[in-house]
Each structure stands twice: as C-alpha cells, then as structure tokens.
C-alpha cells in the first residue's frame, strides 16, 4: 500500500472497490463509521473523510438518524428532460420498448475507444426502439462490452423489458451508477427516415450517453435518436 497515499483516501478506494464488488447492494446501508473505524484500525474523523469523498462522487447517500446507504443513481425519466412523450390529451405517456436486433461482434473503432477494449474484442449492439401505440419515437443503438455482459449474448429479446438497467443487475451483477450525457442535432438519415417514419431531412436530437460501474469503468454506450418535433429540454435550477 502506497503510504504517501492519505489513509482516508486509501480507505475510500477500499469503500469504492467493495461497492463496486456489490458487497452491499444498491440502498443497503454501510457498516457505521465507528464500524469502520474498528475494522480498519483507524480513527472515526478519517473514515468520516473518506464517506465524504464517497458522497460528494455520488456512490453514497446519507440520510440523517439512518445512516450511510449506497446510491442507486436513477435514469428512468432521463429521456423526459429532452424528448415531450405525451398523448393528444398532453398527458405524459412512457414508451414501450421494443429491441429489434442484438448482435455479437468484433467491437468498432469507436467502441475500442470508448471502452479501453484490445483492438478485436467482442462487443454485444442492441437496437431498440420507443414506441406509443405503436408509433416509432427514438431509436436507440446501445453498445455493451462483452465480457461483462456475455450473460445478455444469448437470453430471449423478450427479457429485456422496458428497463435496462435493472436488467444488467438481474441478469449480470453489473450496477449502472453514473452517467455523461451529450446532446446534438444533425439531419435525419436514410436509417432515422425508416426507423421514425419521418420525412427526409428532418432535424433529429442525439442523446448520447456513456455510462459507468461503481469502479467508474464504461459500461454502456447508447445514441438515442427523436424527430426534433418531440423535443423538449427541461431542467430545474436552484
């Protein structure tokens, strides 16, 4: 152990690196700082540090009178801060999800980048698409590297749900715990003209979104595409 390393720091990496075994689920609370401080032979400020340093990044929440629990980071509704799902009546309406292909291949150059992967590793592509009532909304291209999720290779499409993340969990212990968004507009092409049964041409919002374990490693790469017709950024500020 590298001693020029503050203890506090060491112990939020040992935290970090436990959370990311899943040693504690998502909600289950952290053995007590006094706890801690016990079992790692420190003293109870310098456990207090390192939960700081694991709040303030977002693996721990505290919750006063309960507790240190760790934090599942939620993205149910990540798609309503920029696409406007509502029926003709304005009410708000949660698409069905649909995945209509899943391939195993030798992972892209893109993809090689994104997940620090050996140039030809496999990379499982899922392409799903939103719907109401049928009617085609954003289409998705979802990129997982193989080897944490060979599990998903092979299980019926069916499985999937309209939840994803859970589903990594369920199925391969892997807990989706932050996010980077990025958001731009370009022309709809040939495959969004099929896909959203759109017109040509038509301006289309890209959500691209890179997602992390608890370890902080790329898990998911996704590119969500919606007819700019369905766009609505909202976001509160306080």
Request: glycine share 4%; hydrophobic share 40%; proline share 6%.
């Amino acid at each position: 152990m590298d001693n020029r390393i503050p203890r506090y720091h060491q112990l939020r990496d040992e935290l970090a690196a436990r959370i990311a075994a899943i040693e504690w689920q998502p909600h289950d609370p952290l053995p007590t700082e006094q706890e801690l401080a016990l079992a790692y032979g420190l003293a109870v400020g310098t456990v207090r540090k390192a939960i700081d340093l694991l709040e303030h990044e977002g693996l721990v929440e505290r919750f006063q009178g309960r507790g240190t629990f760790v934090r599942r980071a939620t993205f149910d509704r990540s798609l309503f801060r920029f696409f406007r799902f509502q029926s003709p009546t304005g009410e708000r309406r949660i698409p069905e999800s649909r995945i209509l292909e899943r391939v195993v291949s030798r992972a892209p150059k893109a993809v090689v980048e994104k997940f620090g992967l050996k140039t030809g590793a496999k990379a499982i592509r899922l392409a799903r698409l939103r719907l109401i009532d049928n009617a085609p909304i954003v289409s998705e291209q979802i990129w997982l590297p193989y080897e944490p999720f060979a599990a998903l290779a092979d299980c019926p499409l069916e499985d999937f749900g309209t939840l994803l993340y859970p589903f990594y969990e369920q199925r391969c212990a892997r807990v989706i715990a932050r996010a980077e968004e990025r958001l731009t507009v370009e022309s709809a092409s040939d495959a969004d003209v099929a896909a959203l049964q759109i017109p040509a041409h038509s301006p289309i919002v890209i959500v691209e979104r890179l997602a992390y374990g608890y370890d902080d490693k790329p898990l998911e790469w996704r590119q969500s595409r919606g007819a700019a017709q369905h766009f609505a950024y909202e976001i509160e500020i306080r």
